[in-house]
């Protein structure tokens, strides 16, 4: 779930703590939810943007729960 995110369709991307570019796809905030499936567990940053909104959030991927 993501908060705070302006109505409008953004490129998301998932960045490991590595640097490294895990996955990218299209956000459309009406949906307000992003599948993590296949990520292993770790830190990672979020990143939604588009011509005139960026956002970025760090977030821990545990696949315990």
């Known amino acids: 779930y993501i908060e705070q995110v302006e109505t409008g369709t953004y490129t ?3 960045i490991s703590i590595t ?3 895990v ?3 299209r956000y459309d ?3 307000n939810t992003v599948n993590l499936a296949g990520l292993n ?3 990672y940053i979020m990143r939604l943007f588009n011509d005139n909104k ?3 959030k760090i977030f821990i991927k545990d ?3």
């Open 12 to 14: 998301l991307e998932i």
């Open 29 to 31: 905030s009406s949906t």
């Open 54 to 56: 960026h956002y970025q």
């Open 23 to 25: 996955k990218r796809a």
């Open 41 to 43: 567990e770790g830190v």
């Open 63 to 65: 696949n315990s729960k």
């Open 19 to 21: 640097g490294q570019i």
